[in-house]
């Protein structure tokens, strides 16, 4: 297999053997970014220079044996929205298009203790709001298996790389689905760990109650492999979890008898493509040979999922996007002229106006809205207390299962365009992944079929801080499928 499509496990036994170098690994992951990224287009800052340094300290590393990690030498690129010193951190907005942050986020400090070299930022949503990577102010990410349809959002670029080989894993944020979803559309594996296990500290908030920072990976292995290097405490992170971190590792059962599968009634009900519901059926049969038990549960709240979700999310978002008012960091618009006067409210509604795009712009004027007078207790307060029955309904379940198995989406990839202009029916596409965030559990997207040849995802959930039991779930699975190991062919020619 060529150095660009290898696991980091894989990758890690090939360094540690010698039979490869860290910079040979950086440069066949650039080398394949120049290739297939004029198509693809998942990079938005593409670190060569720093790469290949980091990839020579990593080789020094390994020849002294001196703290080598699994995650040395190994090339990746992430999501955006995390700070990154001396690199700039664009969230795929204009009122942030040249921001360098003076400092980097804990998970990143985390992998470069660890030893992995960072090849780049990655094209999302702006500031995660979508759910096609549509909505980025520079330019629409491409699904690799068909680059007329999106890789979903909003880690798109994130899920795009991986599955194209422009990095061995990456890392993306989950507020509603956002790693999940594009995993699933893209056919890798993406992890949301529960809420607080990963430092948030540097990640520039979308919906601070929601956002979970997790990996995009081939296969479970892997992600176990880097959620070990990110959790933990964190004491720049009020919200991190003073949890000890478990070895997360490769599936520990030879098979999964005795564990007991819940089937949530609500996710398999209605508007589910027949292709995408065989291909789930097939999956919850293959797990059912493995030994699992399957039992139907109900989540009843379910349909209130995407309501609460966003009236939620809007307001989180308004509050947290007030700070880019052209004052501090970021776009001022107008420029500022020497000894030109600007009204100060004018510079703040216009920099506002001119650096953020329409997905934002609309999220922010609902959120105001479910915030202001009169409207707080009927909206975003009710919305608090049905998450309350949201999170019960969960808990209620997992007394009864291990852990649930749903979709990740009802359809597969769509269409780059189809849904741009019906924002409505983009936020359904959510469907099947926001509960997660506001049920406070963890969730794991797995391939698990192709339908029209475009891949379908799985999703593993279980109870809060249960990461090693969707680890053992799905590498069960993968170690007796192979729908993880496919690899998309790009037709770099467009």
């Not at 860290?22 to 440069?27: C, G, K, R």
């Not at 406070?440 to 109870?463: R, S, T, W, Y």
């Amino acid at each position: 297999m060529a150095l660009h499509n290898l696991t980091i496990q894989a990758a890690h036994d090939l360094l540690r053997r010698g039979e490869v170098s860290a910079v040979e690994l950086t440069q066949a992951a650039l080398d394949r970014i120049d290739e297939v990224d004029p198509a693809v287009k998942a990079y938005v800052t593409v670190c060569e220079e720093s790469a290949l340094a980091e990839a020579a300290a990593a080789d020094r590393r390994l020849q002294s044996g001196a703290g080598v990690t699994p995650l040395t030498g190994i090339p990746y690129g992430v999501k955006d929205c995390l700070s990154t010193i001396g690199v700039r951190t664009t969230c795929s907005s204009r009122i942030l298009e040249d921001y360098l942050p003076p400092y980097d986020a804990t998970v990143i400090a985390r992998l470069r203790a660890a030893g992995a070299v960072l090849v780049g930022k990655q094209n999302m949503d702006e500031f995660g709001m979508g759910s096609s990577c549509e909505n980025s102010a520079f330019f629409e990410s491409h699904n690799p298996w068909d680059l007329a349809r999106v890789p979903g959002g909003s880690s798109g670029g994130s899920a795009a790389a991986v599955a194209a080989g422009m990095g061995l894993f990456a890392l993306g944020e989950d507020t509603g689905g956002s790693v999940r979803m594009p995993a699933g559309f893209c056919g890798v594996t993406g992890l949301k760990p529960t809420y607080g296990r990963v430092s948030r500290y540097g990640l520039i908030a979308l919906a601070s109650s929601f956002d979970s920072i997790g990996p995009l990976t081939h296969d479970a292995w892997d992600a176990a492999l880097v959620l070990r290097t990110i959790a933990g405490h964190d004491p720049l992170d009020s919200t991190s979890l003073d949890a000890p971190v478990p070895a997360y590792g490769r599936c520990r059962r030879e098979n999964l008898q005795g564990m007991r599968l819940g089937v949530p009634l609500e996710y398999f009900a209605h508007g589910i493509e027949p292709p995408v519901a065989h291909a789930l059926r097939a999956a919850l049969d293959h797990l059912e040979g493995l030994g699992a038990e399957l039992h139907e549960v109900s989540l009843p709240h379910t349909d209130h999922a995407i309501s609460i979700y966003y009236l939620i999310l809007t307001a989180e978002a308004s509050s947290n996007l007030a700070r880019f008012d052209g004052v501090r960091f970021g776009l001022s618009h107008p420029l500022r002229d020497a000894g030109e006067e600007v009204d100060v409210l004018e510079r703040y509604l216009q920099t506002r106006a001119h650096g953020f795009g329409d997905e934002v712009k609309r999220r922010i004027m609902l959120g105001t809205f479910a915030l202001s007078a009169g409207y707080y207790d009927a909206y975003y307060l009710q919305a608090q207390r049905v998450r309350t029955l949201l999170r019960q309904d969960f808990e209620r379940a997992f007394e009864k299962v291990d852990a649930l198995i749903a979709p990740v989406s009802p359809t597969t990839a769509f269409r780059i365009g189809e849904k741009i202009d019906d924002p409505l029916r983009m936020y359904l596409s959510d469907v099947h992944v926001v509960a997660a965030n506001p049920g406070g559990v963890c969730g794991l997207a797995v391939p698990c079929g192709f339908a029209a040849e475009l891949p379908v995802g799985m999703q593993i959930i279980a109870p809060p801080l249960g990461e090693q039991v969707l680890f053992d779930v799905a590498g069960a699975y993968q170690a007796t499928t192979d729908w993880h190991a496919a690899r998309p062919k790009i037709d770099v020619r467009g």
